[in-house]
């Protein structure tokens, strides 16, 4: 029976076909009684498809290491004859010893033996299968059928043991001039001896290594955070409008604690959760609320924990903090880690590779979704597949509207990882194989023969947060390390609703619940960190106002302030403000009129870092899709601005008009040629990208293409004319209203979304009183003031005319 040297003989050889039990190529059950006719049949067997019929070829290390080591024994033996007798030379001790140390040249010549068999072994296919069946066969079945594989491998670890124990003993006999056996008794009293000078170098050593040692230790610390039980006052009741998340996460703390009702039926407890979404949705308080609510130790994983300045720091921390989790799990019963901005760690994925600017190369991520209401389920795999490489590779990116704030006028003005090994051991932790615990467990055990106790099962829940879940590696979010992946997105309405009234409720308001609806319907994209902000931000407007009492006055200037920023404090001479107003007013009057799924939220004249004036619009409920008769009245609302100068000041028109059509062409084309809207059915992109040109164009690619884009223009073109010509109609209808407006905006600067629509309607709003609108006296005023400041406009002169003033007892 050959063995190589490292491997046990329970593992198969490489020339063993996989699958086949070791030892000999035969089954035991096919062997018969009588073993001459075992030998004679195994063989003549032939040999099984894809097995080796020579010995697998050694590499030259492996022929000539051994033979290497003797002759480095025999110099060895050499220079001890050389040392005891410094008259000596070279070539009397080498003769001395060639007649003393036979035995390194035997055991040299049996090398080579050795050597020269495997080498005919190698060449010879009958020569190896006469050694490996005929003579080591029948000691192999001998040996397999009485020793178990364990018991084998251990015999062949002690003779190799005692083999090496004698070569040992025959050198130090030679050295110290004994015999072996004595030599072997007298090595304690020489290491006994030798001892203060091994422990000088062992210190030196100590020393030198202590240094390496306690500087990647000190680079090693910091980023990780750990909170005891009482330390965590968050609960569940302190997160709101979060709550259809917070009743799945629900389920992992009861997996937690007791996690013998899935066990027991032969699952695992899920132990990791991502939480991807929006920032300041309340991820980091929804992972201290599981701590607080499980009872158990919170660790809190800084997202530069892991950033350092050396590679492998970061896996000397991944490691450590393994180290704590498991200590901590086993000492508590459980333990809950948090990573926060796990993007910063695990940043191997689609948007990482895809380089800065980039589009995601992969869509497996949670953040990928479809853009519309059914998505992709309803075609085949093939379909999707060619879909999503399109859309992701060569195909140029859709432009998108955001539905959130629907501005108009902002554009009036004269005239957008760290070491990778950190994530592998990240990875290595999350899922890798568990060591048995104690050195006794695992060493002495093992050296006896006994099989270490198996690791208890550690109870740590991974909790990781993200705003860039398409950045994280697909590795990393595979089920068994993170199980489960929950979307903590913008609250609903009711949501919003709940957050207010928990955050309003830790101070002092006069706030109806009316006024909080409609807080809530006004904010639509609000999130638990932006609430508690703006809550916060109407507290200190109350506080310079010295009130305790938060109204709604402070409520609306907080938002205007969080949603506009603060105003540069410039002011315009009469004749631009006046035109400003009028600007503004016609996109509110139109967005009043023409538009039912937004609501105005604010109009302003005073000027701001991008903008001299806005109108700006929020959802009047949570939508998830948009129809054409919604685009339709975006885009009115977006032509208001270039109707509304030419009406009102004589077929003149600014520049600042030039946003307004950059949005209304925008929206215009995408209904056209992408979103189906326009008169034709056929996509544009498609069209482009596919290179089919224009039906019944020329038949030149060029040409075609020319031809097709042509036509689009001439339809987008045609869409916003008729537009145009609509909302000139609804100007005229209503100019006693856009005079109404701009005079109120002149007049207050900025208005919120309740007081223009009661400006509109000349009734009492929130905080403006819109009822002096409907004098016919007051409206003849507005319109003498115009036809002042038009005048004064043709001719680039003063304003003459003051701004009529309101009566005393109008604002309240």
């Known amino acids: 029976m050959i063995f190589r040297r490292g491997r046990s003989p329970e593992h198969p050889p490489p020339d063993r076909p996989a699958g086949e039990p070791p030892g000999d190529s035969l089954s035991e059950d096919a062997l018969p009684s009588e073993a001459p006719s075992a030998d004679a049949s195994a063989e003549s067997a032939p040999t099984p498809p894809g097995a080796r019929v020579t010995r697998p070829r050694q590499t030259w290390w492996e022929r000539v290491r051994y033979l290497l080591l003797f002759a480095a024994l025999w110099f060895l033996l050499v220079w001890a004859a050389m040392a005891d007798d410094p008259l000596k030379s070279f070539r009397d001790a080498a003769l001395i010893e060639e007649r003393t140390a036979w035995w390194v040249f035997a055991l040299a010549g049996i090398e080579l033996v050795r050597q020269a068999h495997f080498l005919a072994s190698e060449r010879s296919a009958r020569y190896h299968r006469f050694w490996t069946v005929r003579i080591c066969g029948g000691f192999e079945r001998f040996t397999h059928r009485r020793f178990r594989p364990w018991t084998r491998f251990r015999a062949w670890r002690a003779v190799l043991v005692l083999g090496w124990l004698a070569v040992f003993a025959l050198v130090a006999g030679k ?27 062992l210190f030196l050593f100590f020393f030198i290594a202590i240094q390496f040692v306690g500087m990647f230790w000190f680079l090693s610390r910091g980023g990780v955070d750990t909170y005891m039980p009482d330390d965590i006052k968050t609960r569940f009741a302190d997160v709101w409008g979060q709550d259809h998340v917070l009743d799945r996460v629900r389920e992992n703390i009861v997996f937690l604690q007791r996690p013998g009702e899935i066990e027991a039926r032969g699952g695992y407890v899920p132990g990791g959760i991502l939480l991807w979404g929006p920032p300041g949705t309340g991820k980091t308080l929804m992972a201290e609320a599981v701590a607080g609510e499980t009872g158990l130790p919170y660790v809190f994983v800084d997202p530069g924990a892991f950033i350092q300045m050396f590679m492998g720091i970061g896996i000397l921390k991944v490691k450590s903090l393994f180290r704590k989790l498991r200590k901590l799990a086993l000492r508590y019963g459980g333990v809950v880690v948090f990573f926060d901005e796990a993007d910063s760690l695990g940043r191997r994925g689609a948007l990482a590779q895809a380089g800065p600017g980039g589009r995601p190369a992969g869509s497996r991520s949670p953040a990928f979704q479809a853009a519309g209401c059914n998505g992709v389920a309803y075609l085949s795999s093939d379909t999707r597949w060619q879909l999503a490489r399109d859309a992701l590779g060569t195909m140029e990116e859709v432009p998108r509207v955001r539905r959130d704030r629907f501005v108009m006028g902002g554009g009036m003005n004269s005239a957008g990882s760290g070491d990778p090994g950190t994530l592998q051991a990240l990875l290595t932790e999350l899922s890798g194989l568990k060591k048995p615990r104690g050195i006794l467990n695992r060493y002495v055990r093992r050296l006896l023969g006994m099989r270490p106790k198996p690791p208890p099962k550690y109870r740590i829940l991974v909790m990781m947060a993200t705003n860039m879940p398409e950045a994280l590696d697909e590795a990393l979010l595979r089920p068994g390390r993170i199980d489960r992946i929950y979307k903590v997105g913008y609250p609903s309405k009711a949501g919003r609703v709940r957050t207010y009234e928990g955050y309003f409720g ?15 319907t006004i904010t639509p994209y609000a999130t638990g960190a932006s609430i508690k902000d703006l809550v916060n931000e109407a507290l200190i407007t109350a506080i310079r106002a010295d009130r305790s009492v938060i109204t709604w006055a402070d409520v609306m200037k907080a938002k205007q302030l969080k949603s506009l920023g603060p105003p540069e404090g410039v002011e315009y001479h009469d004749r631009e403000r006046h035109a400003t107003a009028v600007h503004e007013a016609c996109h509110a009057v139109v967005a009043y009129r023409v538009r039912r799924h937004l609501e105005i939220d ?117 869409h916003l004319a008729g537009l145009l010509a609509q909302v000139e109609r609804v100007l005229t209808e209503d100019r006693a209203a856009v005079l109404a407006v701009a005079h109120a905006l002149e007049i207050h600067k900025t208005l919120q979304g309740d007081d223009v629509v009661a400006v509109i309607e000349a009734r009492r709003g929130r905080l403006i009183d819109g009822r002096i609108y409907a004098d016919p006296a007051f409206r003849e005023a507005l319109e003498t003031y115009h036809r002042a400041a038009e005048s004064a406009h043709r001719s680039r002169a003063a304003l003459a005319r003051p701004l009529p003033s309101l009566p005393e007892a109008t604002p309240f």
């Open 175 to 201: 050295m110290l001039h004994t015999s072996p056996v004595e030599a072997l008794f007298q090595i304690p009293a020489l290491l006994w001896r030798a001892l203060p000078l091994l422990v000088q170098v």
């Open 506 to 520: 830790r101070v002092r308001h006069e706030l109806t619940a009316e006024e909080i609806d409609k807080l809530a």
């Open 602 to 718: 604010v109009a302003t004249i005073e000027k701001g870092a991008e903008y001299l004036g806005m109108v700006a619009s929020i959802p009047v409920e949570d939508q998830f899709t948009q129809w054409r008769s919604e685009y339709e009245a975006d885009i009115l609302v977006s032509l208001a601005s270039l109707a509304g100068e030419r009406m009102f000041f004589g077929g003149d028109s600014s520049s600042g008009v030039s946003g307004d059509l950059e949005s209304a062409t925008r929206v215009a084309s995408l209904m056209e040629g992408y979103w189906g809207m326009g008169s034709t059915v056929s996509s544009h992109a498609v069209s482009t990208q596919l290179g089919v040109g224009a039906p019944g164009g020329p038949k030149g690619a060029k040409d075609a293409e020319r031809e097709m884009r042509r036509q689009l223009a001439d339809r987008i073109e045609d």
